[in-house]
């Protein structure tokens, strides 16, 4: 059911919305984390939502992240639908304990009995100069975890929807939103309450010669580098995953076939990235269509630089999708 | 702040009504037996590596019969007592410990969930259960345990620290068992009694003698009460003692003598309050021996019922991963089932 209405608003606004929905639909949903209450939240992600709905539906808790993610489990454990937030991904990291041994175990090792409705919501990625640790991109540590979700959206129009899956699902859901969206996006968003289904990759530029693979933070860098390939002729199929797990692998090995060439577009550090996992997946079911070598455009083996000048070498910019479409196009 | 150590047994007086003290010993002699029985399948091959509780009984039965019906229990890995005190059947918890996927789902009725294996990670979580209870309505109380190892964990500290915040209904039972496996408290910890630390976190701390069942029960009753009421969180710190290896893996002679082991073996919980029941002349030999005739008996039944749990199939691997199997776990089940892996179907 989407809305007639539509304006333009930013990631920002767009998740705002979602969650002000979700909590308007949802007396069981709860949204918390650090500074989301007064403050709305360090990115205003969550302004308004505390006035609106109450201190008790949405609400600050102590500076403590492994807290916050056993505090969303028990929650979901009794019966709620946890929406917490962590104020950066790379903040993730003391959560680990939680997150590996139990987010996504609970559902199994309780053989069905406990189900965890939770959704971790985080800022993730490059691209604005943000201190040390706050522009990790750690999705494949949390696609490496059996039985969580995770969602990466590249624009306001699709996290809206998407989001609103995510807080329906019986499932752990991670929604990693690229910082350097969260104002840097802006799109039509439907009014009113919609979902976009979770599991589903779609084809965000239809083209013939080679086909370009990411998500979140990467489409906008992959669109560009179409753009400017267009202008040379070279027509360029781009995939957007937005949902790495469960990861939609008919669309990816589908758009991979049409082309006969890959390139996988990530952010976080290069070896043991899910791009890698997608150039495995295009190995496994797609060899025989490959007309050159699987190419990854990726972040360095190193940590990503605090340094705001040289930040940009690391993270993939169009030019750098540019030259890998260049290698798998002249192989 | 001054701690007393709680202690009612080897006294005069008879604080419990004889239903009550007859209902803890019954608990605890029943989960004594089925640890005992436990062990021995254990050496037979018939169980998996078992966490032993004996000589703790009356830290967890206390706890288990000072809640109500309602309330929930979010245990560590030696919680058997706690866990058959709470309603947990015995061919269930057989179950769990051969590592069975029937021993896996506890039933509905029981409000008890799995043992947790890492360490702490089970305290925020129960901060949650507690406070889920006051959304919906409804006013039950979390009981949580751990043991002396388990308070040097951050998770430990963040929980106490929430349900503090949060004024969450909540029962942190540390059962200072003096071992994290070979590592004794004293190298643990420079506080005397871990209750101390509940007063940084801004809650009651009890010290209780954790093999005198009256003083647990009794305080873990006062601390259901005021949870209840909506006084928030305490923590009851049972002083205690495992008689048994911290696995059936583990050897203590490595790490601590025999003479310290028959000392607290003198205290063992069990006996100290039949002794304290035949004094007041609410047992006696034949009784015990009905009692443990009827325990034998309802230990047969429950091993024959879990003794008929069918073999588990390989694709249970793959289900319960998520509410609905998705593509990898479809692949993967159907593979299983007959009777391959998923890379020999491509």
């Known amino acids: 059911m989407v809305a007639e209405k539509a304006r333009v608003l930013n990631l920002v606004q767009a998740i705002n919305e979602a969650l002000d929905l979700a909590l308007a639909r949802d007396e069981r949903v709860l949204v918390f984390g650090e500074d989301v209450g007064r403050l709305g939240g360090v990115f205003r992600v969550t302004e308004g939502l505390q006035a609106k709905y109450g201190e008790g539906r949405v609400f600050d808790t102590p500076l403590a992240e492994s807290g916050i993610l056993g505090l969303a489990i028990g929650l979901a454990m009794g019966g709620m639908r946890s929406v917490a937030e962590i104020q950066f991904a790379g903040f993730l990291y003391p959560a680990l304990d939680q997150i590996l041994s139990h987010l996504g175990r609970w559902r199994h090792r309780s053989r069905g009995r406990v189900g965890l409705p939770v959704v971790v919501r985080a800022p993730y990625g490059g691209g604005v100069h943000t201190p040390e640790q706050h522009a990790d991109s750690p999705e494949a540590l949390l696609a490496h975890t059996p039985g969580v979700k995770v969602v990466i959206p590249s624009s306001p129009e699709r996290a809206k929807g998407l989001l609103l899956s995510a807080i329906e699902d019986e499932d752990p859901v991670f929604f990693l939103e690229a910082i350097k969206l969260y104002r840097g996006a802006r799109a039509e968003v439907p009014e009113g309450y919609y979902t976009l289904p979770l599991g589903r990759a779609r084809v965000v530029r239809e083209g013939k010669h080679a086909t370009l693979i990411g998500y979140g933070g990467m489409v906008e860098v992959m669109l560009e580098a179409a753009e400017v390939a267009a202008r040379e002729g070279v027509e360029v199929l781009v995939v957007d995953l937005e949902t790495l797990v469960p990861l939609d692998e008919d669309t990816l090995l589908e758009a991979v076939r049409e082309t006969g060439r890959a390139v996988v577009v990530y952010e976080a550090m290069r070896t043991g990235g899910f791009g890698a996992e997608i150039a495995a997946r295009i190995a496994e079911g797609a060899i025989d269509y490959l007309q050159a070598p699987v190419v990854r455009v990726a972040g360095y083996d190193a940590p990503y630089p605090p340094f705001s000048a040289i930040e940009h070498h690391y993270r993939p910019s169009a030019k750098r999708v540019l030259a890998a479409l260049r290698r798998v196009l002249t192989h | ?346």
């Open chain 2, 1 to 346: 702040m001054k701690l007393k150590v709680v202690q009612y047994l080897d006294k005069e007086e008879f604080p419990l009504s004889e239903g009550e003290a007859l209902a803890l010993y019954r608990a605890m002699r029943r989960a004594r037996f089925f640890d005992e029985k436990a062990l021995l399948l254990q050496r037979q091959g018939r169980l998996g590596v078992y966490a032993p509780f004996m000589g703790q009984e009356a830290a967890q039965v206390g706890v288990a019969l000072a809640l109500g019906d309602r309330d929930w229990v979010v245990p560590s890995y030696r919680e058997s007592a706690l866990l058959l005190a709470r309603g947990l059947p015995i061919h269930v918890l057989i179950l769990y410990w051969r590592a069975h996927p029937a021993g896996w789902r506890f039933p509905e009725g029981v409000r008890a969930v799995n043992p947790y294996i890492p360490i702490a990670t089970q305290i925020p979580q129960a901060v949650g259960l507690a406070l889920a209870g006051r959304y919906r309505g409804e006013d039950w109380v979390v009981a949580t345990s751990i043991g002396d190892g388990g308070t040097s964990e951050g998770d430990f500290h963040e929980g106490l620290n929430f349900a503090a915040v949060f004024h969450a209904p909540v029962i942190f039972l540390v059962q200072n068992n003096q071992y994290a496996i070979s590592v004794p408290r004293a190298k643990q910890m420079r506080v005397d009694y871990i209750a101390r630390r509940a007063e940084g976190y801004g809650m009651p701390g009890v010290v209780v003698d954790g093999n005198d069942a009256f003083a647990v029960y009794l305080e873990a009753k006062k601390a259901v009460e005021r949870a209840r009421k909506g006084e928030g969180p305490t923590l009851l710190e049972a002083l205690t003692y495992r008689l048994a290896p911290h696995t059936t893996s583990d050897d203590p002679s490595r790490y601590r003598t025999r003479e310290e082991e028959e000392a607290w073996r003198s205290k063992d919980p069990i006996l100290r309050l039949r002794k304290a029941l035949e004094a007041a002349g609410l047992w006696d030999g034949d009784l015990e021996e009905a009692l443990l005739r009827e325990l034998e008996e309802e230990f047969a039944r429950e091993l024959a019922l879990a003794d008929q749990a069918p073999e588990p199939t390989p694709e249970v691997i793959v289900e319960h991963v998520y509410a609905r199997l998705g593509l990898d776990q479809r692949r993967a089940w159907e593979a299983l089932r007959r009777g391959k892996h998923v890379e020999e179907l491509w």
